[in-house]
């Protein structure tokens, strides 16, 4: 008999907590994994799976009119709000079953109900008034989106909780914020139809992304139709009998059928009782932890984004896998999050690995900015007016491949493969010695041979 009821109890099943679960229970351990929600957590559930599903229905519009180029009749067609939404339940529901058979297929006991830390070893299961001891307790709580609660009216807003369970179809769509998910759906709802406007209180889209590609994408928004309102915040919010009427700090006033609140997630740490447990956070209230995942409480650990670092699934299931092994399998695995590479599924694409041109310039004193924009091929016939994107940085000094900044079809695909070169540490005479795939557009990133602009810091 142990001391405790299990080895590891796992708070939230998301992606981070699920892999962490299954890998220590593979490693031998006994292992329970409490969820207040659904099983998947927000990825799964209601993030990037949903999302990328109503990328894909929303990019159909522009499919149907670019046949035409190509010499397809094609008869006008019409959208079903509540046949994409169906499908789409239907397939999260069988990523759910999938993720439930995986977690009891590898002996964790699951349980469904809120759980709260009440010490080192001690969680109390909510919907069951009992608690459970275990000898390390790991915190996987994820976020949850953020809203201004002092705002007027903001009681009549969703957020990327409820976005994806509309029951139809706004006509006139307000997206507030301007990050990953403003973008993103910015995107669906214009593609879908909707008339869309995107309010941000900064002056470009995606702060922290390269600035060239932040305008480059914005341009291609707005010629497929997205409005944008920048500089400019809501002072009130209220229903009326045409929909929603919001008023903008500068007077304007904006009228819509659903609002978007698209302005950050924080960590999901609320009644947790990590305060009284005595885990340390910060004034994010994200749980503050080691390069192991440990916190303040030797027996409590932490991973993906309720720890607030780089808030993407595949870290956050790193981090659990990392945890799991060192922790229960006797491997000690250190997470590197240096060039992380990452795709916002913003119509088009973007895909980016590495420094931006800004950072990059702060940090070495000769960049070298290889960069092109062309019509990709099969806008020719198309006659879409729409530009592919391509960057590549280099520190002139060592030839080395410093980031790379993508913008159109495929992005996030090509990012997944370019981001194994730079990873590796690739310079530009790799790029440069390897043979163009002919016709791609992907071809260009080999075959620009002079820099557009050489980047110099004078010296101090
Ligand atoms: P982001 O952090 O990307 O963006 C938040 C946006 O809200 C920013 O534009 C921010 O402005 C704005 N904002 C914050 N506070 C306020 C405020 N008080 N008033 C007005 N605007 C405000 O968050 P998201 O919610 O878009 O996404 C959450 C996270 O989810 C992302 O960080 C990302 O890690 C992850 N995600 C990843 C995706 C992917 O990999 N493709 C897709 C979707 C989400 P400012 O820039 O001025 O601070």
């Known amino acids: 008999m142990t001391e405790f009821d299990y080895d590891l109890f796992v708070i939230g099943a998301g992606s981070g907590g699920v892999r962490a679960a299954r890998i220590a229970a593979q490693n031998g351990a006994k292992v329970a994994i409490a969820e207040e929600h659904r099983v998947g957590g927000t990825c799964v559930i209601r993030g990037c799976v949903p999302k990328k599903l109503m990328v894909y229905a929303s990019q159909f519009s522009e499919h149907f009119e670019d046949a035409a180029g190509f010499g397809w009749t094609v008869p006008e067609a019409t959208f079903d709000w509540r ?43 909510a919907m069951e008034e009992r608690t459970v001891t275990a000898r390390v307790i790991l915190i996987a709580t994820g976020g949850t989106p953020w809203l201004d609660t002092e705002l007027p009216g903001i009681e009549h807003v969703i957020t990327s909780n409820e976005v994806f369970y509309l029951k139809e179809q706004p006509r006139r769509v307000i997206v507030a914020g301007g990050g990953y998910i403003a973008v993103e759906f910015a995107g669906i709802f214009n593609g879908l139809g909707s008339e869309t406007t995107l309010v941000y209180r900064g002056g470009e889209i995606l702060r922290g992304f390269d600035n060239e590609l932040r305008a480059s994408l914005r341009k291609e928004m707005e010629k497929k139709g997205v409005q944008f309102v920048f500089n400019d915040i809501f002072t009130k919010i209220e229903k009326t009998e045409a929909g929603l009427l919001a008023t903008m700090r500068s007077g304007e006033t904006l009228e819509a059928d659903a609002i978007l609140f698209a302005t950050g997630r924080w960590p999901a740490t609320e009644g947790l009782g990590l305060d009284a447990a005595g885990v340390a956070m910060n004034e994010r209230g994200a749980v503050i932890v080691d390069h192991e995942g440990r916190t303040s409480v030797p027996s409590i650990y932490a991973v993906g984004d309720v720890t607030d670092r780089i808030n ?122 390897t043979v163009a795939v002919h016709p791609t557009a992907a071809e260009e990133l080999v075959t620009m041979r002079s820099p557009t602009h050489q980047l110099r810091r004078e010296a101090a």
């Not at 339940?89 to 297929?105: K, P, Q, S, V």
């Not at 002996?107 to 969680?123: F, K, N, W």
């Not at 695995?333 to 913003?346: E, N, R, Y």
């Not at 070495?364 to 994107?389: A, C, I, K, N």
């Open 83 to 125: 046949t994409l939404i169906a499908n789409k339940d239907h397939e999260i529901d069988r990523l759910n079953a999938i993720y439930i058979r995986n977690l009891t297929n590898s002996g964790v006991d699951l349980i469904m109900s809120r759980a709260q830390v009440e010490g080192p070893h001690t969680v109390r299961i």
């Open 312 to 433: 993407l699934t595949p870290v956050a299931i790193r981090e659990g896998h990392a945890f799991a092994d060192t922790v229960f399998g006797n491997r000690p695995v250190k997470v590197d999050h240096t060039l992380v590479p990452t795709a916002v599924f913003s119509q088009p694409e973007l895909g980016t690995v590495g420094l931006t041109q800004e950072e990059a310039l702060e940090v070495y004193d000769q960049v070298d900015v290889y960069s092109t924009s062309f019509r990709p091929t099969l806008h020719t016939l198309s006659g879409r007016d729409e530009r592919m994107f391509m960057k590549v940085l280099v520190d002139a000094e060592t030839d080395r491949v410093l980031g790379v900044h993508l913008m159109g079809h495929g992005a996030g695909e090509l990012i997944q493969v370019l981001g194994i070169a730079v990873k590796m540490g690739a310079t530009k005479a790799d790029f440069d010695a």
